[in-house]
């Protein structure tokens, strides 16, 4: 049976990732695929405490932060209907956020080659077939949060997004030295016309 395939939905708070998953999501159910979306951190023990942490409820180190969301990735690989036993079963897989964010924003606040080696050297963490990066300003996304009317996390303040822009950037282009697959995407335009890009980026990964 031919695998399913692994895209990630990557960006700073705020940049319409949940958006994009769904028109994805239904775009490759009308190829008759079976899809399935996921998210970190996700709803798992290790996900749940990672909550906690960006509630401000438990205080955690920037390190701690990292290996937390290490930790809650190798489960979400691992356990009973995660990442891989979906994809060996024909499923798609998207998750919104993967290790670029973990990079991103852990790799800048403690030390990014030791956050890289920890995600990208782990036998039990799979390498995405394709990341989607959806680029967006901080203005606009902090407008956008905003307007959601969510409880803000430690993460969602102006400065801290501008940083983690300028890290999600200089990560894509460090991956994509790697040879990782990422496509990025200007998210700034109208949902319909960066579903349109992202679907092509997808299309040239299924046929492969
Ligand atoms: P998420 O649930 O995507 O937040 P939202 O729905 O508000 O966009 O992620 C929660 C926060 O966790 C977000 O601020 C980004 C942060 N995060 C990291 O710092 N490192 C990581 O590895 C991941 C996956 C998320």
Excluded at 65 to 78: E, G, K, P, S
Aim: charged share 30%; hydrophobic share 35%.
């Amino acid at each position: 049976m031919e695998k399913g395939k692994f895209i990630v939905f990557e960006g700073i708070d705020g940049a319409g990732k949940s958006t994009q998953v769904e028109l994805l999501r239904k775009k490759l159910t009308q190829l008759g695929r079976e899809v399935v979306l996921t998210a970190e951190p996700t709803s798992l023990e290790s996900g749940k405490a990672i909550r906690r942490a960006l509630s401000g409820e438990v205080k955690k180190t920037e390190s701690e932060m990292a290996a937390m969301f290490v930790l809650d990735r190798i489960a979400h690989n691992n356990a009973e209907g995660g990442i891989k036993e979906l994809c060996e079963s024909g499923k798609d897989v998207i998750s919104d956020r993967y290790y670029y964010s973990t990079l991103a924003y852990q790799g800048q606040s403690t030390d990014y080659g030791w956050v890289k080696a920890m995600n990208t050297r782990c036998p039990d963490i799979k390498r995405p077939d394709l990341c989607i990066y959806l680029d967006l300003l901080p203005e606009q996304s902090l407008a956008r949060i905003q307007k959601r009317g969510e409880a803000v996390e430690i993460y969602e303040n102006k400065e801290k997004l501008t940083s983690v822009r300028n890290a999600f950037l200089s990560v894509i282009d460090d991956l994509g030295a790697d040879g990782e697959r990422i496509a990025a995407v200007d998210a700034s335009r109208t949902p319909e016309e960066i579903s349109e890009e992202i679907f092509k980026a997808v299309k040239e990964i299924l046929f492969d």
